[in-house]
């Protein structure tokens, strides 16, 4: 096995039957996957040339699950995978390199099959698999003796049908380990007969050691080792083999005096060594096998520069804070486990994601990359990677850029560089993002990566979503589908200011904040600062007493799927998503509640001008989305609903009342009553202590019976909707009604599933009607949906309590009108010159809004006049008005002033 990464010997079984076997370690990194097929080739030739009855490969190959059919069909194909025969392909014992529970390494969780063992011939049947040192060390979680798993493979082996001696190299092996005499023998040219006579006595030392009575195999060696060396015997008996043993043996006495089997094989001249017979690897490097890489490149067998020139050894990072593990080098923010940001995948999600992808595949369904977003966001998999290439002649420079901004916490949380380069030359870089569906995120990732590190400023960058690679999904792959989400960058967008993404479609023509063309709000909206605190700005006394008026609709779509006598299946789904649309919009409502909506980004996608405020949740079926029009978004604060089918958020409307709003999809059938009563309540309980008015709308599942107690929970006083706007009108009662809508084949039955609640003394319910009632285009039977939705219109109050009503809106408020100019905050002027600016800039803006001051005007500029006071005139000031949230403005803005050194400016609300 010279310059191959890999030693192998052949071994002699006591039934007589040779087998070769190679323990092996391949090149690491998936772009190496051409050269592992290469190097797995050679080795198994050189096997197959020595024409053994069997040949075993085990070690470490390094490959992914797409290498597989490649590998079994190499040297004439017919390798059988221990693991896939023996355990029928037991997901349980196939992963050897696991680090979602293996913490030998800090790595990012994921499964690999990188150790496997292959067998060939009609002598062998592999019988058991199993994996070792797959169980922590003392039980402690994490702690592993190496980060690969070992694997064991047991076969049955049948006898051969030829003799024990039956070619040179089998010959070969038994002279050297039945047969050989000293070499004071062979240097004192004794003849024959002595030669003869040693080595029987060898023999039968040899024997004796291991059985009491001779067997017809022993005998046999016996009368090999007997032969007439002239050989007249040879050719009495026809074996042409014991011949060549004999003669091999001879050579082997010549030989002796420079072969040397010494226990440190690192003694060993392997110059002298006969390939087959005896080998080892000397070190680490030389298991990569960059010698007999570069020898196939220079001979035309592979194309491209595999390695760095010379064979150079693996890139390392002596940092302190960098590490290398699986191929590659790691560093990490240390700070970034404390980041309210941070995640892990779990290894379950990635393991039910795979088995999803799995049954897609299987269904024959042409796929998409909305499909991977889909498997990845229900999954809850959302980290992901910007995908970066250094050169190698680049590396020493480029990577400490990189590595010091990732500890320095100027990028994502952890970054990762290839320590050897692709076939092109250049080494792949890795910065990670915790979740791929927070674009403000990984813009800011990206502009650092250009402004921070200062790189790829005129390069187009690609993000690629860890759930792809969890599913071994590359460029060319058999869908043909894009394999990176995101796109930023390029010499039509040097500063970085749009993600592209590779699923949302492009609605620039028609919004003005496309989702595919994404822009942050501050660079989507096109308004000079002092216009958008103007608008803050611009709330007359008068029109904070008026009432406003709030419409929501909430339907249960079913996934957006076809009806069973839609007249053209086909169409029909690919037009529903456009027809609920368009029936919802027609009610021009302020809020949307969804229920078994299809994906996580259905909401999102197909209503411009409207933001899934509260993120969302799945259900029984399909997920819960509630999205929000976009002026009403901005103030929108997401309610935390864990394990409870339903997102929620509360909205602070124009008239400054707040108002907590609640989409869910409760338990189904009649025997959950219990569980359902349960959900309600809780979501109750939650959303209550949050706002002046609550509203619970969606697919309640609930039966008549359940009415009365419902409208108790949680203090009772709940108002339906449907009661009280319509009087109980059984026009418009019922939402699932099968004696007309045969979007299933059900039984005739009437029942009102989808409801509207309502609580607080700011909320009056003026109308509710139904949608989605009538069929698609009058076809008898043909609806959208096999519920009906529901519009609920509500007149809301005004709020009794001032503009700056608790610490959270002091904040934005602070923000909004209170930034000075990034020169100011730079220069770290001192606090009269700040105040002083902070003050003209806020005259500036009220004289947008109004002419003369209204009271909260004047006092929001009290507010922030009082940064003239030391803290206990705040205090009196906080006391005598009795206004708290104005004391934590003023102790907000005070502490900023402390900071302005440090403070980012230009802000402008959220």
Known sequence: ??????????????????????????????????????????????LTSQKCDDIILTGDFNMSDFEDKTTEKLCGGNWVDAWKEATSANPKKKFTWNTAENKYFDNPPRKIRF?????????????????????????????????????????????????????????????????????????SGSNAAALRAARLQRFENAASSSTNKLTARDTKQKEVIEIDLDG??????????????????????????????????????HSSVRPGVFDTMRNKQSHSGWGVLQQLVDQGSVSGQPFAQGGTPPFKDSHEQAWSSGGWVWVKNPQYEK???????????????????????????????????????????????????????????????????IIEGKLGSTAKISDTPDERGSHVVCIYCPNFL??????????????????????????????????????????????????????KDEECSTLISSWEKCTCATSDCC?????????CDKKDVYSQIAAIMKVDDDEDNEPVSLTIVSWNINEAKCSNVAPDPTLRTREAPRLIREEILRSQPDVIALQESPNPLFGTEKFAGYVSVAGTAQSHSGHVDLLVRRELASGAKQISLQHIPAVAATLTLQNRTRIAIASLHLAPSKELAAERIHECESIMKKLTSRAQGVILAGDFNMRQSED?????????????AWKEATNSNPKKKFTWNTAENKYFDNPPRKIRFDRCYGGGEKLRVT???????????????????????????????????????????????????????????????????????????????????????????????????????????INNFATSTSLESDRALAERLQREEKNCATWSVGVIAR
């Open 438 to 491: 927070d674009k403000d995120d990984l813009l800011r990732v990206r502009r650092s990566i250009s402004n921070d590190v200062g790189m790829y400023k005129t390069s187009v960058l690609r993000f690629k979503l860890d759930a792809v690679t969890y599913l071994d999904l590359y460029a060319k792959n058999q869908w043909k589908l894009k394999t990176t989400s995101y796109e930023c960058g390029g010499k």
């Open 708 to 720: 009365k107690t419902t409208e108790k929970l949680c203090g009772g006083n709940w108002v339906d």
């Open 339 to 405: 980041d309210p940001k941070a995640r892990v995948d779990k290894e379950g999600n990635v393991a039910k994601m795979s088995s999803e992808w799995k049954r897609l595949v299987e269904s024959n369904v042409k796929i998409t990359h909305r499909h991977l977003i889909d498997l990845a966001t229900k999954h809850n998999l959302l980290n992901g990677k910007w995908l970066l290439y250094v050169k190698a002649e680049d590396i020493e420079m480029d990577w400490p850029k990189i590595r010091n901004a």
């Open 115 to 187: 150790d496997r063992c292959y067998g060939r011939g009609e002598k062998l049947r592999v019988t058991q698999f199993d994996l070792i040192g797959n169980q922590p060390v003392y039980g402690n979680g994490g702690d592993y003796l190496s980060d690969h798993y070992g694997i064991v493979a047991k076969y049955e082996v049948e006898s051969s049908d030829s003799p024990l001696v039956n070619d040179a190299t089998s010959s070969d092996d038994v002279a050297s380990a039945l047969c050989n005499t000293t070499s004071n023998s062979a240097a």
């Open 1 to 46: 096995m010279n310059e191959l990464p890999a030693v192998a010997g052949i071994i002699t079984l006591k039934n007589g039957t040779r087998i070769a076997i190679a323990s092996l370690h391949l090149p690491h990194t998936k772009e190496a996957a051409p050269f592992r097929e290469v190097l797995c080739g050679a080795i198994m030739e050189q």
């Open 767 to 873: 109308q509710f009607d139904l949608i989605g009632n009538q069929p698609v285009d009058d076809m008898k039977g043909d609806y959208l949906s096999d519920h009906y939705g529901i519009v609920a219109k509500y007149e809301v109050e005004s709020s009794d309590s001032p503009l700056v009503n608790d610490a959270t809106s002091s904040d934005d408020v602070a923000s909004a009108l209170c930034n000075t100019t990034s020169n100011s905050a730079a220069s770290g002027s001192n606090a009269a010159a700040l105040r002083a600016a902070r003050l003209h800039k806020y005259e500036n803006a009220a004289s947008f809004g109004a002419t003369e001051p209204t009271k909260r005007h004047t006092k929001q500029k009290e507010v922030i006049e009082l940064l003239d006071s030391d803290d206990e005139d």
């Open 232 to 269: 007249d015997c040879a050719t009495s008996t026809s074996l042409e083999s014991d011949r060549a043993l004999a003669e091999r043996l001879q050579r082997e006495e010549e030989m002796s005096a420079h072969r040397t089997f010494a226990e440190n094989a690192s003694q060993v001249d």
């Open 515 to 523: 989702m595919r063309c994404y822009k942050p709000k501050e660079d």
